[in-house]
């Protein structure tokens, strides 16, 4: 059975950085692409980054390029997303999800998701 | 940039009843590259359908998806208490991206 599990969510203050991380299990995660999707507090799903399998293509949402980096490893079957500069935009519940094999973003598996909360 | 555009915002009906939602995007879908996700409160996303009209595993056959191009729906035949939820269209070709959601409610 695929499991996604997000950790390191919490509340960081404006300016800040966090980082979330995705342990995955019941399946070859080093063949597979990961996405990350948000979802602020009552709003709809925004895909946010997504890493090929073997790393070598990342893509990003426009508006967070920059900000963000995605990166994976496969030895130990997890994947991340480094949050800079923190807005309280940027709010959300943050969702791991499975995508095909090597690259791409229909999302076949999704984890429980991790709660970002930017507050002073 | 293409833009979904989902209908109704919100769909009232009842358990048995047929509810068809839409997804309109503003350029042609890539190889009808148009997925649907289903979203009860509390949970994370479960993927419905891919490829406009195939089912994702384990999916009941009383959900189906059709269309192409620029206009997709999604039917749900004969709605069970558990099938209330928000829905989501997504395009998974180039630039991925959202709908903005269908609240189907009782």
């Known amino acids: 059975e695929v499991q996604l599990v997000e950790s390191g969510g919490g509340l960081v203050k404006p300016g800040g950085s966090l980082r979330l991380s995705c342990a995955a299990s019941g399946f070859t995660f080093s063949s597979y692409s990961m996405t990350w999707v948000r979802q602020a507090p009552g709003k709809g799903l925004e895909w946010v980054s997504t890493i090929s399998s073997t790393s070598n293509y990342l893509s990003y949402a426009d508006s967070l390029r920059g900000r963000f980096t995605v990166s994976r490893d496969n030895a130990n079957n997890s994947v991340f997303l480094q949050m800079n500069s923190l807005r309280v935009e940027d709010t959300a519940v943050y969702y791991c999800?499975?995508?095909?094999?090597?690259?791409?973003?229909?999302?076949?598996?999704w984890g429980q998701g991790a709660l970002v909360t930017v507050s002073s | 940039e293409i833009v979904l555009t989902q209908s109704p915002g919100t769909l009232s009906l009842s358990a048995g009843e047929r509810a068809t939602l839409s997804c309109r995007a503003s350029q042609s879908v890539t190889s009808n590259s148009l997925a649907w996700y289903q979203q009860k409160p509390g949970q994370a996303p479960r993927l419905l359908i891919y490829?406009?009209?195939s089912r994702a595993n384990g999916v009941p056959d009383r959900f189906s998806g059709s269309g192409s191009g620029t206009d997709f729906s999604l039917t749900i035949s004969g709605l069970k208490p558990e099938d209330f939820a928000v829905y989501y269209c997504q395009q998974y070709g180039d630039s991925p991206l959202f709908g903005q959601g269908t609240k189907l409610e009782i």
């Open positions: 999800a499975r995508g095909p094999l090597g690259f791409g973003d229909l999302l076949y598996a």
């Open positions: 490829g406009a009209s």
